[in-house]
């Protein structure tokens, strides 16, 4: 997350990763820097900050080049805040399951004066462009602004990413591709300047262009395998791959990705030569504690287990 100070107290939030940011100036625009960050996930156009506000406060006026939204996940009372983005203010008062959304390059400013907590979710406007790029007049439909009112399903998607970056990517990069996908179509179906019309499909993908995919799969299960990256051999929008895929096998990409990995596990595990640690790196998971978790939840038995011939 980049930050870049400019004149009449306007301060760019930049959460692309090509410049790190200090904590004095992170701390200068939000009056606080945030408990949680996902700085450290592998994750393409999208980045999360997580915090709790305890005290009345207030930011200066920021604006950053990718959409906004946030998150109220806990207000022990009504939050009362005052916000303003793009010069149209507005008073709101903030309950659990509240979205905000901010377009790209909208100035944003606010005050509170309770306590609660909030997640920040930023997308590059290039991940809408991949989720959608089949929806017809998509340069003709943009993301407006919508102060403070009730979302549950951004709210879920928004608990679950946070638990992402607190597990430290345990579901991984596909999984977390695919819940920027779900909430892109979202934003666009219900904050939109029109609702796109999107394009159904059926059947599944073409045997060749599955086989394809599959056997890719397999050939870089040690790689951070993302959605996008799996769309593009099929040359279709991410949104549009993952429905077919899941019609193809009864599996979502992720969760497909995941099982192959557990099998590959499986094997090298029965072989004897590798400790856990290195069979985990070698077949993709961030570390043995993911592995563990996911060899548990499918196959009901641990790691160790295995390798010891139980």
């Known amino acids: 997350m980049g ?23 992170v701390t200068e625009a939000l009056s606080h820097f945030p408990v949680l960050t996902s700085k450290n996930i592998d994750w393409d156009g999208m980045y999360l900050a997580y915090d709790r506000i305890m005290q009345p406060g207030e930011t200066l006026e920021i604006v950053t080049p990718q959409y906004s939204v946030l998150i109220f996940t806990e207000t ?27 377009p790209a390059n909208a ?26 790029y089949e929806t017809i007049d998509l340069d003709n439909i943009d993301i407006t602004t919508h102060f403070a009112q009730n979302d549950p399903l951004i709210y879920q998607l ?6 992402e970056v607190e597990t430290g990517g345990l579901g991984g990069r596909l999984y977390a591709d695919a819940i ?10 219900n904050y939109a300047t029109t609702k796109p019309q999107i394009k159904s499909y059926s059947n599944g993908l073409p045997h060749y262009k599955l086989k394809q995919v599959l056997e890719y799969i397999d050939a870089h299960l040690d790689q951070s395998l993302s959605l996008d ?3 593009q051999l099929t040359q279709m929008s991410p949104g549009y791959f993952s429905r077919l895929f899941k019609q193809s096998t009864g599996y979502t990409p992720h969760q497909y990705l995941i099982r192959r990995r557990v099998k590959r596990a499986k094997e090298l595990l029965r072989q004897r030569k590798l400790s856990i640690a290195d069979i985990a790196y070698q ?5 043995q504690g993911h592995l563990n978790y996911h060899f548990k939840k499918l196959t009901g038995v641990t790691p160790k ?3 010891m011939g139980k």
Do not use: C
């Not at 306590?115 to 920040?120: D, Q, Y």
């Open 305 to 307: 287990t295995v390798q």
């Open 229 to 231: 990256e799996l769309a």
């Open 76 to 102: 022990p009372e009504l939050v009362i805040s005052r916000r303003r983005i793009a010069g149209e203010m507005q008073k709101e008062e903030i309950e659990v399951a509240d979205v905000v959304i901010i």
């Open 158 to 163: 928004g608990l679950q990413l946070k638990r």
């Open 283 to 287: 077949v993709g998971f961030a570390n």
């Open 3 to 25: 930050v870049v100070k400019s004149s009449h107290n306007l301060i760019t939030l930049d959460y692309s990763q090509d410049s790190q940011p200090t904590t004095e100036l």
């Open 180 to 189: 920027a996908n779900l909430m892109a179509v979202h934003l666009f179906n």
């Open 107 to 132: 100035p944003h400013q606010v005050q509170w004066e309770n306590a609660g907590s909030w997640i920040m979710l930023g997308f590059e406007p290039r991940l809408f462009e991949r989720a959608l």
